[in-house]
């Protein structure tokens, strides 16, 4: 059995002090040692998740300054590009749900039961695309 550690630092200026955010994940690695490309395929999933982590992380840090006149200016409905789901969460997605065989109506399934709405994949926030990722890669990362 193989293990996998990945770590992630950054430092976010704010204000007189910056911030310093970090993320450690430990994984098992499924695969035999002379299979190469499981064995870093594994090890970009694990640093793909400590990177959405580590974005999330920082982002909940964040203070929200939405000023009146933007937030009335956005549809109820409609997300800002900001709140948008990145392309690399939204190609990690897609990644586990065609690794995991699932249908586009089992999706919808899946989508409503974890984010309690129904919502197009390509339409998901960061913070949901975070909360699908996590639901969906779950197993992989207990090394199941």
Known sequence: MLRATVSLSRRSPRGDSPSEFAVSLDG???A????HEAVLERIGELFDLAEEALAREIEE???TSLTPTSASAAAPNSQSS????TSKQMAYLHKLVA??????DGLAAVIARVL?????LGELTR???GRMIDHLAEPVAAGK
Do not use: C, H, N, Y
Request: aromatic content about 0%.
């Open 28 to 30: 098992e690695i499924l």
């Open 82 to 85: 900001a709140d948008a789901a």
């Open 61 to 63: 840090t964040k203070p």
């Open 127 to 129: 913070q949901e695309a």
């Open 32 to 35: 035999t040692p002379d299979d």
């Open 99 to 104: 690794r995991k065989g699932i249908s586009t």
């Open 116 to 120: 309690g709405r129904t919502v197009p």
